[in-house]
Structures are given as structure tokens and as C-alpha cells.
């Protein structure tokens, strides 16, 4: 099985990165399809956390290669980041990072646009992390973007950028009664910044075809969860992207016709950053107590993430979405002290039963719950699935049951050996790794 999809199952923040990692071990080469940066991955290498906005996951293992997809959107400066935090850990890739051409570049004034849109919402707005994301996307589907293959060409650049920095004026100043930008400062700026990435432009889509002809173990990586999805997700409170499985093909430029494996990644419970329905949300002090034991704080903006239980409707969404191989359950250690745990086996709607989490209805889903007895047992140390304490083992397999997916992995801790294989040969990629 030369290739495996990582996507996530809930909305976001559902420890892709480290799961990323620990597969792209067995990988060749790492692609990520989809966002920007937006989406914060983070990972515990040689001893300190490392937070990966763009750059795949898959990096930090030597000899991987890495490449960003035509349906990404990029922030050089984020890039650039990255870059030094990569260095500071001896992390040397080289030529082993390749940006597709096709890629759209986020500017200062996306950022701009992006707050300034969400803050004139007022009670209705999204809750942006204000990275420039939606108004980059904007540009693309507008056909007046600027492409990473822009970049290769100063006279073109310029003209492009010439001609947004006007319009995007036109908007701040009339719109939002807000200071124009500076072309020229801009320009000189940003043509800088984006020097080192040039040399990383080229065609992903043919080497990422040609790796996977030639039997390549290829792992893709999504960025945001199912659920945030543009046209499945809960509506308009989503990403601008495709987040899915099915975003690889036009994400990367490949049939998806090659795709292989899909895993899901979620928590042991569910959060989630920004506004938008969450049936499943806890409120008040036991919130506030599961916010601490797992440190929800968004990687990206530092906000507070809401939390909520475990939302078996809100996964079998997904798996049916995307037809999931395995699950890998993270984030189980932070439930290692509770004494009562709850899941959401489904809804109530109107006073009728509803298995499935319904985007359309969100806001009216009553969830519905069953009690477990925590294991209060420490499982960071575990690294087999029967050292798992009793509770903790009868608790996944509930899950399993509840959402018709087989678990391959559980996540213990957020060290990157801190991973126990439930069911062997579950996920093919490890068994053949």
C-alpha cells in the first residue's frame, strides 16, 4: 500500500501533526493538499514543540520529501518562520521541499481584509484566525491571484501586485475607512521575503505522479478537520477549502483514482476554535477542566478552544464521507483523571432520532448521551494496547462500535513514541513500513 491520506475527523486541531510524523516514518515522501496557515501543527521533536503552519509534518523525519499542493495558499513570512525554527533544530531539507507553482500567495492586505471582514460581522462573524486565508482564496477563485510561479517572474509579479494593491485600496478605504497600502514599500518587501522560496518552485503535481508510478510510499496531509469543510462542513462557519479526502486530486493535481488509504484523526473528545454549532460543547467549569488537562489553546491564534465530548454522530459523518481505513484516536491521556465520561451516541431533532451529524441542522441537534467510568489511571507510559487500563480499552472500543471504524492507533502523550497500536494490520502502512 504505497500511498495513505491523513485527514481530520472533527474540526481541527485534532493532532494531525503528530500523527504525521509517526506515519511519515514509513514514508517517502509528504504531501499537504489544502490551507494555509491557518492550521498549526504541532509536534514534540528531540525534546521541544514544534509548531508547523505549511511545511508538511513529514519534514522532520531525514530523508522525506516534502511537497506543498496547488490547493494550498502560502505566507512567506510564516515560511520563512518556519524555516528558522527548522534550522535552530539542525533540521536540514534542502532541496527536499518543493512548492507547486500553481500554489496562491497570501499578501499583508489578505490579512488586513480578513480581520476587517470578520470585526464588520459583528454577531455573525466566523471567528478567523485572521491569517489572510479567506480573502487569498477569494483572489483565486476571483482569477486575480498571485501564484507561486509569479514569484520566478519580477516584471509579472509586479504588474499583478500593481493592479490587487490598488484594488484591495479601493475596498480599505472606501469600505472600511482604513489606511491605503504602500505599493512600493510593499514590493520591495515582499519580493525580498520571497526569494528563498523561489528556488522551491516547480511542478508538484508531475513529481508527485511520477513518485507514485514508480511505487513511492506517498503520505498526504489535510490541513483542517472534516467538518470545516467548504461545502460538507457546518456552513458558513468552515474553512475555504477542501479538507477531505476528496480534496487531494484537485489539491495536489492527481486522479484520485491513485488514492489508497484513508485515515481519520481524532480526539478522545471533541473541540473546536472560533464560532459555528457544537452540539456536543461542554460549558461552564467542566470545560474549563478538560481545557486544562488537554491545553486547548489554538496553536495558531492561542485562543481558547471550546471542548465538548466525544461526538460518535459528528465521526460517523466522516467515515462515511470518506470511507476512512482506521481511525487514530489522540489525546487520550488528558481523560487519564476523570471519573465520569460521556459520549454522544446521537441526537434528538424534533423528537425524532438522528444517528448522523447533519450540517443543515446543527444548531437544532439535541445530543444524546451515554455515562462511562473513567479508568483514573496514568496511559502516558503505555505502548501496547493491553497495558491500556481496562476503562481506557472498553471506552475505545465503544467508540469503534459506536462509529463502525476500526482504531489502528491511540495517542498517549504528545511525544512522538508516546503511540500504541490497537489493532494490528489495521492500517496496512504500518504493517508493510
Known sequence: MPNLVVVGAQW????KGK??????????????????????????????EIILHQIPSGILTPGVKAV??????????????????????????????LIDSRAHMILPYHRMLDTLQDKQRGKRRIGTTG???????????????????????EDIFMDKLRRNVAAANFVLMDRYKADPISFKSLAEDYWKVTRPLARMVGDGSAVVEQELKKGTRVLFEGAQGV?????????????TSSTGAWGVGPGVGISPLWLEQV?????????????????????????????????????????????????????????????????????????DSLEEIKVCTGYSLNGRRVREFDAAHA????????????????????????????????????????????????????DRTQMVEMKPGALKWLKSG
Open 19 to 48: 500523527v504525521v510524523d509517526h506515519l511519515a516514518q514509513s514514508a517517502d515522501m509528504v504531501v499537504r493538499y489544502q490551507g494555509g496557515p491557518n492550521a498549526g501543527h504541532t509536534v514534540c521533536f528531540r525534546g521541544r
Open 363 to 414: 444548531v437544532e441537534l439535541e445530543p444524546q448521551y451515554i455515562t462511562m467510568r473513567g479508568w483514573r489511571q496514568p496511559t502516558g507510559s503505555c505502548r501496547k494496547y493491553r497495558e491500556l487500563p481496562l476503562g481506557a480499552r472498553r471506552y475505545l472500543r465503544k467508540i469503534e462500535e459506536l462509529v463502525g471504524c476500526p482504531i489502528a492507533l491511540i495517542s498517549v502523550g504528545s
Open 68 to 97: 506543498i499542493g496547488c490547493g494550498c495558499v502560502i505566507d512567506p513570512y510564516t515560511l520563512a518562520e518556519e524555516s528558522a525554527a527548522l534550522r535552530r533544530l539542525k533540521i536540514s531539507y534542502g532541496r527536499r521541499l
Open 131 to 153: 491569517r489572510g486565508i479567506g480573502p487569498a482564496y477569494q483572489d483565486k477563485l476571483a482569477r486575480v491571484g498571485i501564484r507561486a510561479a509569479d514569484l520566478l517572474h
Open 12 to 15: 481541527g486541531d485534532e493532532g
Open 227 to 239: 467538518h470545516l469543510d467548504l461545502d460538507l462542513g457546518t456552513y458558513p462557519y468552515v474553512t
Open 263 to 335: 485515515v481519520g484523526v481524532a480526539k478522545a473528545y471533541t473541540t473546536r476554535v472560533g464560532m459555528g454549532p457544537f452540539p456536543a460543547e461542554i460549558e461552564g467549569s467542566e470545560s474549563e477542566v478538560l481545557r486544562k488537562l488537554g491545553a486547548e489553546y489554538g496553536a495558531t491564534t492561542g485562543r481558547p478552544r471550546r471542548c465538548g465530548w466525544f461526538d460518535a454522530g459528528l465521526l460517523r459523518a466522516s467515515v462515511r464521507y470518506n470511507r476512512f481505513t482506521a481511525l487514530v484516536v489522540t489525546k487520550l491521556d488528558v481523560l
